[in-house]
């Protein structure tokens, strides 16, 4: 694995500083904090027999000293008391964002308008089973990935990268995507119109419709002035599972495979383009805005 991708790998990044920090407190507690000890009862016995004979010479002997070499002695150096105060820390920040909730912030318009550009999410790393940290390793069966959950997953292309999608194909459906509309396993699926949708960044209207997908409805956009077709797909892994035409495509999702699809539907690069994401990509289920410095009105669950 090379620098970049290791700094580019926040999870990695992690658990290596959960490790090293956690290694250091280890051996402070059980090693050098008894070393310490020890050192610190040698400097007080010596301190304790000089003073004693100063007394047995009539001399007055100062103890006010005694405490305070104790406490010099027993005073973890800088770099074992900074790391022992992280590690918990960075121990239940690892904890949390690998088997719990992780945070994503959203860089493209792909999800409008279900999820815009700035919108800060969480993801939950758990409700499809539990992962190995790092290596996303499932150990513990829990869900399957539904049609119409918005899941976020490493782009196949490129697993250092996450992505963020809906799920419109789970194993073995046939999906038809003919003149902007999907088709699920021959039966189609119904949208209705809705008020057009305003791109105030760009100044630009898209055809905006709810569209139910087997039971989940959400909204997504149209351009009009996109084509129907997919344009020059990728020869991704079993390709051959789909055909392409001049109004849309239709793809047989594999075993263990999933299709995505952006909610914007001509301004998107999905699996349309790149194929299907293996279970082992998932990285959880998106359902909450926690926050967008832009917007604070986004804030909500968007299920």
């Known amino acids: 694995m090379s620098l970049q991708a290791i700094l580019g790998n926040f999870a990695l990044i992690l658990f290596i500083l959960t490790i090293a920090t956690g290694i250091i407190w280890f051996l402070d507690v059980f090693h050098f904090s008894r070393l310490r000890r020890v050192k610190a009862d040698q400097a007080l016995a010596e301190f304790d027999a000089r003073h004693a004979r100063l007394r047995a010479d009539g001399v007055k002997a100062d103890d006010s000293g005694r405490s305070r070499l104790e406490a010099e002695i027993l005073r973890q150096p800088t770099w074992i008391e900074y790391s022992g105060s992280f590690f918990p820390v960075i121990a239940l920040v690892f904890f949390l964002r690998s088997f719990l909730y992780e945070p994503f912030k959203i860089p493209s318009s792909s999800m409008v308008p279900t999820l815009v550009i700035g919108d800060l999410?969480?993801?939950?790393?758990?409700?499809?089973?539990?992962?190995?940290?790092?290596?996303?390793?499932?150990?513990?069966?829990?869900?399957?990935?539904?049609?119409?959950?918005?899941?976020?997953?490493?782009?196949?292309?490129?697993?250092?990268?996450?992505?963020?999608?809906?799920?419109?194909?789970?194993?073995?459906?046939?999906?038809?995507?003919?003149?902007?509309?999907?088709?699920?396993?021959?039966?189609?699926?119904?949208?209705?119109?809705?008020?057009?949708?305003?791109?105030?960044?760009?100044?630009?209207?898209?055809?905006?419709?709810?569209?139910?997908?087997?039971?989940?409805?959400?909204?997504?956009?149209?351009?009009?002035?996109?084509?129907?077709?997919?344009?020059?797909?990728?020869?991704?892994?079993?390709?051959?599972?789909?055909?392409?035409?001049?109004?849309?495509?239709?793809?047989?999702?594999?075993?263990?495979?999933?299709?995505?699809?952006?909610?914007?539907?001509?301004?998107?690069?999905?699996?349309?383009?790149?194929?299907?994401?293996p279970d082992e990509n998932i990285v959880g289920k998106a359902f909450f805005v926690w926050m967008n410095f832009g917007n604070i009105r986004r804030i909500g669950s968007f299920q």
């Open 121 to 277: 999410i969480l993801v939950n790393k758990f409700t499809y089973g539990i992962r190995l940290p790092v290596i996303n390793k499932k150990i513990i069966d829990i869900n399957d990935p539904q049609r119409g959950d918005v899941m976020v997953f490493k782009f196949p292309k490129d697993p250092s990268l996450d992505y963020i999608k809906r799920v419109v194909g789970v194993p073995g459906d046939k999906i038809t995507y003919k003149n902007k509309r999907l088709t699920v396993n021959g039966k189609e699926i119904s949208y209705q119109s809705l008020s057009d949708y305003l791109d105030e960044e760009h100044l630009s209207y898209s055809k905006q419709y709810a569209e139910n997908l087997t039971g989940m409805q959400h909204k997504i956009l149209n351009d009009e002035r996109a084509p129907a077709y997919v344009q020059n797909p990728d020869p991704f892994p079993m390709h051959e599972r789909c055909t392409y035409n001049l109004e849309g495509f239709t793809c047989t999702v594999p075993a263990g495979h999933y299709f995505m699809m952006g909610d914007n539907r001509d301004n998107s690069l999905d699996s349309r383009y790149w194929g299907f994401v």
